[in-house]
């Protein structure tokens, strides 16, 4: 495949339907008084295994060959495509080998190791680490499933794009995490095939700002993510594929502070009863600081990615604790 397409989303959809769970558009009063918009909240927690990951592991896992599931599957992740490659892997009963960075959550780790999955902790930068995760492809022969930048991985988390739009067909703003871009792609490739006005707009944690500085720069770069609360997406660069799918298929690239975040997530609570982790809560966030413009009548999605934190960091955060 030498790109994405609305036509790989819609496949992807059929081949994972049975397995994943279509997760609830949400709307909120209180959020759409407090943010100055019609607010709906896609509450990808709700997904099996706690995040929108799912989707994407599968719909690769699912077309490989028995050769190459019998190989074992691999990945690098902080820890919610672990948990999903981890359930793709006991379905297909695929020997399942991650690695995770020394600081991924503790709830993540424990999750995926108890789905079956081997976890090696490493205490690297995200470069170092990916030098790993190809030297035991190229040792083990491992199959590897990159946690972004694949398009099967990208189709299949399109196809929260053709959920939403099922659910609001009027919907006129997309909100996305980004990490490495895969989400945003895949939504933003299935949602622009049926109407090229929706605006889309990605979220990234001001401490690692990969796609806002690529598309500042006009190039893709690279930097050093800092220690964000969005550990779901503290992620240094953005995929070689995914990159020039946003760069053609997304609006806007917009940042939001750490103080904004615990913010949002304390709101994402109060309001909506919804119990979001760092990086789901970042275009909240984003548009509470007002990164971005919005009408009263604006009809705004925002896609909260997952929800697997430790119930004490969260606690933390409600209570007005941590804002770091």
Not at 248 to 256: F, G, I, K, N, T
Not at 262 to 279: I, P, V
Request: aromatic letters at 4%; a neutral charge.
């Amino acid at each position: 495949m030498e790109t994405l397409t609305a036509q790989e989303v819609q496949k992807a959809r059929e081949r994972i339907g049975r397995y994943i769970r279509p997760t609830p558009l949400l709307d909120s009063e209180g959020l759409s008084q407090r943010l100055g918009c019609q607010v709906y909240l896609k509450a990808e927690m709700l997904q099996r295994t706690g995040s929108f990951k799912l989707r994407g592991a599968l719909n690769k896992t699912l077309q490989l060959s028995p050769e190459e599931l019998g190989r074992g599957l691999i990945a690098g992740s902080a820890g919610n495509h672990a948990q999903g490659l981890a359930y793709a892997g006991r379905l297909l009963g695929a020997k399942t080998v991650i690695l995770m960075p020394a600081d991924a959550p503790k709830l993540k780790v424990e999750n995926t190791r108890a789905m079956g999955a081997q976890v090696e902790l490493l205490d690297l930068p995200q470069p170092k680490r990916y030098e790993r995760l190809m030297q035991l492809v190229r040792q083990e022969g491992y199959t590897l499933v990159h946690a972004y930048d694949d398009y099967q991985v990208m189709a299949g988390q399109g196809t929260i794009g053709l959920e939403i739009l099922e659910d609001l067909p009027e919907v006129d703003t997309i909100v996305v995490p980004v990490g490495g871009g895969g989400l945003l792609s895949g939504i933003a490739v299935a949602a622009k095939a049926q109407n090229p006005r929706i605006r889309m707009i990605g979220v990234e944690p001001a401490l690692a700002p990969k796609g806002y500085e690529s598309r500042r720069l006009g190039r893709q770069v690279s930097v050093t993510a800092g220690d964000t609360m969005a550990d779901g997406i503290k992620d240094d660069f953005l995929g070689k594929r995914t990159y020039p799918l946003l760069e053609r298929y997304v609006d806007e690239m917009v940042l939001a502070s750490e103080g904004a975040i615990a913010q949002a997530l304390r709101l994402l609570c109060s309001e909506a009863k919804l119990a979001a982790e760092g990086a789901a809560a970042v275009g909240v966030a984003a548009l509470l600081e007002g990164a971005f413009q919005v009408r009263p009548d604006e009809k705004v999605c925002f896609v909260l990615s997952g929800g697997n934190w430790e119930p004490a960091r969260l606690a933390s955060i409600y209570a007005g604790a941590e804002h770091l």
